[in-house]
T-cell receptor
Framework: EAQVTQNPRYLITVTGKKLTVTCSQN?????MSWYRQDPGLGLRQIYY???????DKGDVPEGYKVSRKEKRNFPLILESPSPNQTSLYFC??????????????FGSGTRLTVV | GEDVEQSLFLSVREGDSSVINCTYT??????LYWYKQEPGAGLQLLTY?????DMKQDQRLTVLLNKKDKHLSLRIADTQTGDSAIYFC???????????FGTGTRLQVFP
């Protein structure tokens, strides 16, 4: 089944403790992206990647890192999480260029709470 | 800059039609989308429309696009309780794969 898989689904952590949210897709998509969803703000793009070893900042990249060493994986790294990073996170992917036509395939989300 | 706006809430009676509205500012939008998010789930693409179209119909869903006013709407006919969800409009422009989302409209359907 074609899908985007995120792990974990739920995570509660403490301020300052490094964490990684994994994202994997099995569709051979070039384009991958991370969004965070906050009430009243919709979804805002954190980082995106056009292909392996090619990453770029989105609208709200502060406090996050990403890497794209393989085509299928696009982990989101919070080196020193803070409470304002408490949010619902989504990973998404598409074929490059076709994302403009068909939209993205989204993962099921990761609900992160930083205390 | 890019900005996509929606009203936050809509409440309708089961069987009535729902109309969810969206406005956007970027005149270079090429595709516009409607996504549905059910509680605890990811985003599901419902439908999309190319910017040179005025209307698209898909079963109970009708999308209307007024490019002059930069206004997009989603009409759901015969709304059911299973339609209760958050609906996001989104756009892409002709030079990027980036999806720009609206704030989302929470649709509540009551019996």
């Amino acid at each position: 089944e074609a899908q985007v898989t995120q792990n974990p689904r739920y995570l509660i952590t403490v301020t300052g403790k490094k964490l990684t949210v994994t994202c994997s897709q099995n569709m051979n998509h070039e384009y991958m992206s991370w969004y965070r969803q906050d009430p009243g703000l919709g979804l805002r793009q954190i980082y995106y990647s056009m292909n392996v070893e090619v990453t770029d900042k989105g609208d709200v990249p502060e406090g996050y890192k990403v890497s794209r060493k393989e085509k299928r994986n696009f982990p989101l790294i919070l080196e020193s999480p803070s409470p304002n990073q408490t949010s619902l996170y989504f990973c998404a992917s598409s074929f490059s260029g076709q994302g403009r036509i068909y939209g993205y395939t989204f993962g099921s989300g990761t609900r992160l709470t930083v205390v | 800059g890019e900005d996509v706006e929606q009203s936050l809430f809509l409440s309708v009676r089961e069987g009535d039609s729902s109309v969810i509205n969206c406005t956007y500012t970027d005149s270079s939008s090429t595709y516009l989308y409607w996504y549905k998010q059910e509680p605890g789930a990811g985003l599901q693409l419902l439908t999309y429309i190319f910017s040179n179209m005025d209307m698209k119909q898909d079963q109970r869903l009708t999308v209307l696009l007024n490019k002059k006013d930069k206004h997009l709407s989603l009409r759901i006919a015969d709304t059911q309780t299973g339609d209760s969800a958050i609906y996001f409009c989104a756009e892409t422009t002709d030079d990027t794969d980036k999806l720009i989302f609206g704030t989302g409209t929470r649709l509540q359907v009551f019996p």
